[in-house]
């Protein structure tokens, strides 16, 4: 298994350009869920899903959207990129959200630089 | 405003030291999980606590969940250079997954 993959690595973007980051698992996993990092800040939830078909907001959506037509894909859309959403950003999945026991499977990032 | 507060901010120790990172909060969680990061990877979780006063031991790492569900501590004996990395304590709320801002341990040999 892949686990879960994401595409692009780096990415440079221009303020107000639009982009869409990749997330990709092969685990069959149903929740999914995006996240950025910024440095003292730790990790914040952006947008998640738990099932094909179902996505809400998390922390701070504004700016991002998302959408969820299969299980195995997950893309983070940035529609009007600016310099905040700086960032690298994370996806990771877990089996499901009903358990307490879920393990978040993370991908490798892609660290987004908007000027 | 941080929902998890995680402290230190920062550590950098001796090989062979003992050290203690520390996860607190207002609020109750249904479980905590401990992740590490390396950099330019994503975190890797190193154990998941549920119930309140649980220890859980791995090697040299001891977690414990606080009785009240509101508070977590990893203690790392004999700290090595390969347990340098971000720890980040995350706490569960309904189907969300809440990040501490983590600790960055530097072990020097």
């Known amino acids: 298994n892949a686990g879960v993959t994401q595409t692009p690595k780096f990415q440079v973007l221009k303020t107000g350009q639009s982009m869409t980051l990749q997330c990709a698992q092969d685990?069959?996993?149903?929740?999914m869920s995006w996240y950025r990092q910024d440095p003292g800040m730790g990790l914040r939830l952006i947008h998640y899903?738990?099932?094909?078909?179902?996505?809400d907001q998390g922390e701070v959506p504004n700016g991002y959207n998302v959408s969820r037509s299969t299980t195995e894909d997950f893309p983070l859309r940035l529609l009007s990129a600016a310099p905040s959403q700086t960032s690298v950003y994370f996806c990771a999945s877990s089996y499901s959200f009903e358990s307490s026991y879920n393990e978040q499977f993370f991908g490798p990032g892609t660290r987004l630089t908007v000027l | 405003t941080q929902l998890l507060e995680q402290s230190p901010q920062f550590l950098s120790i001796q090989e062979g030291e003992n050290l203690t990172v520390y996860c607190n909060s207002s609020s109750v969680f249904s479980s905590l999980q401990w992740y590490r990061q390396e950099p330019g990877e994503g975190p890797v979780l190193l154990v998941t606590v549920v119930t309140g006063g649980e220890v859980k031991k791995l090697k040299r790492l001891t977690f414990q969940f606080g009785d009240a569900r509101k508070d977590s501590s990893l203690h790392i004996t004999a700290a090595q250079t390969g347990d340098t990395g971000l720890y980040l304590c995350a706490g569960a709320r309904g189907n969300k997954l809440v990040f501490g801002a983590g600790t960055i341990l530097r072990v020097k040999s």
């Open positions: 685990m069959n996993h149903e929740y």
């Open positions: 899903s738990v099932g094909a078909g179902i996505t």
